[in-house]
């Protein structure tokens, strides 16, 4: 399985270098034996780099990244951010489905995109019809992939399975897969992805460290 995180400049919002965001994500790619590639417009450092034209607009942008990259897949991938840590394997999520998305009855929207998990391109789909819906302020991309795989879940407590668009989809809890620690010492319910959404980055190193052991030079 590859871990495909998405990143390409657009403008500075939370104040953060997302190359050592990035580093942190790697180091736990690593240590669970994971293919790290980033999704952007151009080479970034060091990084396993998917380069692919994108819109100058970042919803959109995010948006036409993963799909571009999903559509090249010959097997299964974890679209994460690049403000979060793997920490437990994640293979067998995609057991019996096609794609698997964390949901969670946030304020803004259920579905959270810091975890998706796809088998393989034709889970391309998904992210054609989220595009076509054209978001352009913060947040709307959750709301186009969210608006794509219509009826969703606000929150559920065991996984549960559904039919969308041909496909096997799974709904996750946000709090076991994909959930945000609220301060270094935070296990996030032993979460299988911890995201450092906001202005949680900066905690995003000394977490790993602390949590999994990951030690990675700033």
């Not at 500075?12 to 790697?26: A, F, I, Q, R, S």
């Not at 990244?65 to 437990?88: H, K, T």
């Not at 709307?140 to 879940?153: F, I």
């Not at 994909?178 to 905690?203: I, L, Q, S, Y």
Request: glycine share 6%; proline share 5%.
């Amino acid at each position: 399985m590859l871990v495909a995180s998405f990143y390409a400049y657009r403008y500075d919002k939370w104040g953060v270098d997302y190359h050592k965001c990035l580093n942190v994500l790697e180091a736990s790619c690593e240590r669970l034996g994971l293919k790290h590639v980033v999704i952007s417009d151009k080479q970034q450092g060091k990084f396993n780099t998917f380069v692919t034209d994108l819109p100058e607009n970042l919803m959109q942008a995010m948006l036409v990244g993963q799909r571009n990259f999903v559509a090249q897949l010959e097997g299964p991938a974890l679209l994460v951010g690049a403000d979060c840590v793997i920490a437990s394997d994640p293979r067998k999520v995609l057991d019996g489905v096609d794609a698997a998305f964390t949901v969670y009855p946030f304020g803004d929207c259920c579905l959270n995109t810091g975890a998706m998990w796809v088998r393989d391109k034709r889970c391309a789909s998904i992210w054609e019809s989220a595009v076509a819906k054209n978001p352009i302020e913060w947040g709307e991309d959750q709301l186009a992939l969210r608006d794509s795989l219509e009826p969703v879940p606000s929150k559920v407590d065991e996984p549960q399975d559904g039919v969308r668009n041909g496909l096997r989809i799974r709904f996750l809890d946000c709090r076991k897969y994909n959930w945000a620690p609220e301060n270094v010492r935070d296990r996030a319910n032993d979460c299988m992805v911890a995201h450092f959404r906001g202005t949680r980055k900066k905690t995003m190193r000394p977490w790993a460290w602390l949590n999994l052991g990951i030690n990675v030079v700033p």
